[in-house]
């Protein structure tokens, strides 16, 4: 099936220590977001791709940092992870399918990357 | 104030039970509206899209106001398995793009007993 997947499931890290994060997708969707979701919060939108631009949001931290290489892969890097960076990360994915079309897709997520940092 | 705000609850209800989350969005540009379901440790999935007119799933009803700036949830004849987070969430569509992005409620917590 057609999927977005991420590894790994679960990353054990250590303070400081850079960490990435990765995400693939089979649907050919131009659209890919990362998303850091806190015990108890909302998923928090970190930036998203479209096609290779790069979109970041006002208040993501510069520790995070993505690449998109292809249209199938995304990777979200953590330069020196703090205590505060454990989460669940959540990759997405969406189709620009023109004003019409977009109105009813919503985005197809990960499993998502359970981060500890120790 | 958030985008979106929902009542964390949590909300525990009998078996069969019918339930309502409400939901109210502040950015008036926002174009399209979703409820996601969130397992324990699992990421979200789409459980409906919200229309204008409203909308029905089986035993899932979703209404959207937009004068209110409002969106509910109705779940009829509960069953165990409906125990999940309910996110409400809203897409804005990127300046100047057909595409959007999803800005999510904190959720409301749902607990079905028997």
């Known amino acids: 099936d057609a999927m977005v997947i991420q590894n790994p499931r679960y990353q054990v890290t250590q303070f400081g220590k850079p960490v990435t994060l990765s995400c693939s997708q089979t649907?050919?969707?131009?659209?890919m977001y990362w998303y850091q979701q806190k015990s108890s919060q909302a998923p928090k939108l970190l930036f998203h791709?479209?096609?290779?631009?790069?979109?970041n949001e006002a208040d993501t931290p510069d520790n995070f940092q993505s690449r998109r290489p292809n249209t199938s892969f995304c990777f979200l890097d953590i330069r020196s992870p703090g205590l505060g960076d454990a989460a669940m990360y959540l990759c997405?994915?969406?189709?620009?399918?023109?004003?019409?079309?977009?109105?009813?897709?919503?985005?197809?997520f990960g499993s998502g990357t359970r981060l500890t940092v120790v | 104030r958030k985008e979106v705000e929902q009542d964390p609850g949590p909300f525990n209800v009998p078996e069969g039970a019918t339930v309502a989350f409400n939901c109210t969005y502040s950015?008036?540009?926002?174009?399209?509206f979703f409820w996601y379901r969130q397992d324990c440790r699992k990421e979200p999935k789409l459980l409906m899209s919200?229309?204008?007119s409203g909308n029905e799933d089986g035993r899932f009803t979703a209404q959207l106001n937009r004068a209110s700036q409002y969106i509910s949830l109705l779940i009829r004849d509960s069953k165990l398995s409906d125990s999940a987070t309910y996110l409400c969430?809203?897409?804005?569509?990127?300046?100047?793009?057909?595409?959007?992005?999803?800005?999510f409620g904190q959720g409301t917590i749902l607990t079905v007993h028997p």
């Open positions: 791709y479209y096609d290779k631009d790069f979109n």
């Open positions: 919200v229309y204008s």
């Open positions: 649907l050919n969707h131009n659209v």
């Open positions: 950015n008036s540009a926002s174009q399209s």
């Open positions: 969430v809203v897409k804005t569509l990127a300046g100047g793009t057909s595409y959007g992005k999803l800005t």
């Open positions: 997405a994915t969406s189709r620009d399918g023109g004003w019409s079309a977009t109105w009813v897709y919503g985005y197809t």
